[in-house]
Structures are given as C-alpha cells and as structure tokens.
C-alpha cells in the first residue's frame, strides 16, 4: 500500500485555526501515514502534535517555518527534523515571536492613524499565540466589523504598499539554513513557486540548503516538475505539503497534497546520514 505525507501544516500555535491535535485528527481522515507540523516561526506545537500523533499511529516530524530573506526577497525556510529543545532555536524563535508582538502593533497603529478603531489587545487575544500576523490582525477587523472579509482586510489595509502595511523583520537565508542545521533539521526552500526568484536558489545551496519544496497546494503541475528538476540538478531533497491553515482560507487544504512516503525516507536517512558524519566528526576530534 502507497504511504503518503503532508510536511507543511499550520496549526493555533501561528496563523493556523486548528489546534494541533485537530491537524492531526484531519491527517487520521485523510489517511496520511507521516505528517510535519510548521508553524510560522515557532515550534511550540511540536509537543502535543507528536503526542497526538503517537495516539493515532501517524509518524511526526518536528518543523517549523522560518522567516528569512534572499537579497531583499522574503522567502521562508521550512525546518524538519529539529530539536525541539535546541536553546538555540528557542531563543532565536522567541525572538522572532517578539518581533511579530511588535510588528502587530505598529500594524494597529497604522490602522489607528487611517481612522481605524481596532485595539492591538483583540488582535493579541483572537490570536491567542506567540508568533501572531497579518491573518490574525484580518480576522480581527473582521470580527469586529470593519471589513467583511479577510481578502477585504488585505486588499484595503494589510497588503504591501497599503496604509497599514509593515514589513516584517528577516534572518538572512543562510542564517535561518545554519539555525535549523545547528539544531540539527534538514533545511528546505518552502513553496519556491510562489516567490519565483529562483535566481537565489544556487546561493542557498552553497549556504547548505538540503532540500526543495517541490509539491504544495499552491504550485500547478508544471511549477512541481520545473522544482523537481531543480531538485535533481542540485541534489536536493524533495518535500511536499498542503500548508493548511486549517478554516484560515475558506476550506482546509489538508488532503490536497499528498507526498509519496519514499520522501519522507530520503529526509530521514539523509538527516541519520548527517547525524552519522557529526558523530564521526566529533570522535575524530577525541575528548576536546
Ligand atoms: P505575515 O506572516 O504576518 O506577513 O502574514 C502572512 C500570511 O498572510 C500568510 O499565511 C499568507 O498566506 C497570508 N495572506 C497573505 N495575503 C492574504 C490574503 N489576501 N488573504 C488571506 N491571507 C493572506
Ligand atoms: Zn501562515
Ligand atoms: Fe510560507
Ligand atoms: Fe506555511
């Protein structure tokens, strides 16, 4: 029987509406063998996703979804297989969280200054996690009834060049690739289709980019083979996911990507691989 995967889901702990263990439940329906939680920019829900996980027999893989940039591009770095109790990672993503905290509210001020009367608490409490964003500050204007919908949210206010627009503080890719590689993940390009700068790509290889995210929800049928044939050109693992944010869109996108599970097996033997030569490494290097 054909395994497959979805490596790029969403929950409450960032912009996605399902708790993790309601993520893992919509994998259970969907038949999935193997699933990666990737929360924007945290790794808090990696506890209890891979508790549920345990509990409904799916494998689960430990993510996260850096925010990062390439000569001015924001592109994002997906993180797979990292430890979740790196001090590292936490302290870099807890500072990313702060940074998010910061940026909603200068979004609200913008929103405030354009004769908006929306409160950064409502944003903070509709989102009710660390790493909060746009989506969350759209469903409060929505909730509050200040725009009927969250397409009308972004259109009118949040979007770039709009009044409440704030860009968004960056790692550089190579840092984001030497953050997920300290912490011991496999570093991938995520959703590569919708930046389409694939100009950067050869940079983020030299950086030690491990793998490309070949198949996502939102890459058409030619977009996923262009990837993989990149993915081949520079030996790259090849990921997929449906990056469902749960109610977030409109419908839940999980289900709509499924990634054969010889992905999965690639990912995790080049991650004991890696393992393997550190170890090496480090004896080699005896007791120093
Ligand atoms: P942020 O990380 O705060 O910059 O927010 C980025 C999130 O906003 C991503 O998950 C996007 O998919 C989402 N987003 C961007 N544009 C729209 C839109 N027009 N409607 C709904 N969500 C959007
Ligand atoms: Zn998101
Ligand atoms: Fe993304
Ligand atoms: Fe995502």
Redesign the pocket.
Known sequence: MTMFADLHLHSHFS?GTYSPEEVVSHAQKHGLAALALTD?DTIEGCVRAAQACAAAGIEFIAGTEL?AEQEGNELHLLGYLVDIDNPRLLAETAKFQMVRQNRIREIVARLNQAKVALDAEEVFALANCRAP???HV?RALVQAGLCSS??EA??RFL?RNRPAWVP?FKMSAADAIELIHHARGMAVLAHPGLNRFDEVIPDMVDAGLDGIECFHSKHSTSTAEHYLELADRFHLLVTGGSDC?GMN?GKPLIGTVKLPYQHVAQLKARAARRAAEEGSTRSLNGSQ
Do not use: I, S
């Open positions: 912009d924007h925010t964003g746009r989506p759209a969250l397409d972004f259109e979007r968004k944010h869109k």
